[in-house]
């Protein structure tokens, strides 16, 4: 089966995409795309899968670069893909001004979130769910990409599939941590059933970046845990008991 990228109009004309999880080779819980070494899919399969999209990229596998995520605010600055068989770094987020490299994102309901300043030649990527985008990974983003002589006017974001506010049910302590750092994220939270809250992290993730003075920045308006045939759900494999969950990928290069 062919792959599926979602793409941006402002990304363009950067090769870039947010892949669904149709056109993989995996089976099983993991049917399709499924890139997340970290998962108990099989590695071989795991690797035919990942070759695939840095095809779809136009680079060698060894050039797609992906992180070890640890849902932290913690960015790192590429100029080189990492040496074989090197240990992933621990980090949420990349940027780049090197040509030929592609950053990769992995998520399964967090944000994926692809960033470029054309003009600059700099783009970056990154995972956020709810702790990375309180903690400041979005920000910490647009200050790495500034360090590589982007201008955060300049710059453009896209958040790809991620869980939406309708499917994001949490409790009163996640709310309580939210109020502890700005009494007004209460807006991002619709009251639920038996006392509990529905998080709009793309909502969240919006206003974090246009707080910060990103020139530009969307949501693709797709949900991972609502659409079992194209996107891989944390959540919705939690609930539907199974042992383990695939992961999707994002990735943008210069």
């Known amino acids: 089966m062919t792959l599926q990228i979602l793409t941006a109009d402002s990304l363009s004309p950067l090769r870039h995409g947010f892949f669904t999880r149709r056109g993989g080779a995996s089976s099983g819980i993991f049917a399709g795309l ?44 590429l100029d080189a893909p990492l040496p074989d068989g090197a240990t992933l770094p621990k980090a949420d987020a990349m940027v780049t001004a090197t040509p030929g490299l592609g950053l990769a994102i ?3 309901d967090c944000q994926p979130v692809l ?3 054309h003009a600059a030649g700099v783009i970056g990527a990154a995972h956020a769910g709810w702790r990375g985008a309180l903690g400041g ?6 200050d ?7 201008a955060r006017a300049s710059t453009c974001a896209v958040i790809g599939p991620c869980i939406s506010q309708r499917a994001y049910e949490v409790g009163p302590e996640f ?13 991002f939270f619709a009251n639920g059933q038996n006392g509990r809250y529905q998080f709009d992290l793309t909502g969240f993730g919006l206003f974090r970046l246009r707080a910060a003075g990103i020139g530009d920045v969307c949501w693709t308006g797709h949900c991972t845990y609502s659409d079992p045939k ?20 994002s990735a943008i290069r210069l």
């Open 34 to 77: 499924n890139c997340g070494p970290g998962s108990s899919d099989q590695s071989e399969t795991v690797r035919t899968n990942r070759a695939r999209v840095a095809q779809a990229m136009q680079l060698a596998p060894g050039a797609l670069v992906s992180l070890h995520q640890t849902h932290s605010a913690d960015v790192i600055a």
């Open 137 to 142: 990974v979005l920000e910490n983003t647009l």
């Open 115 to 117: 960033f470029a300043d």
């Open 106 to 108: 992995l998520t399964a």
């Open 175 to 187: 709310l309580e941590d939210f109020i502890a750092d700005d009494p007004a994220h209460t807006r």
């Open 230 to 249: 194209m996107f891989y759900s944390y959540r919705r494999s939690v609930h539907e008991g199974h042992a383990d969950y695939g992961r999707l990928i």
């Open 144 to 150: 790495a990409m500034e360090a590589l002589g982007a």
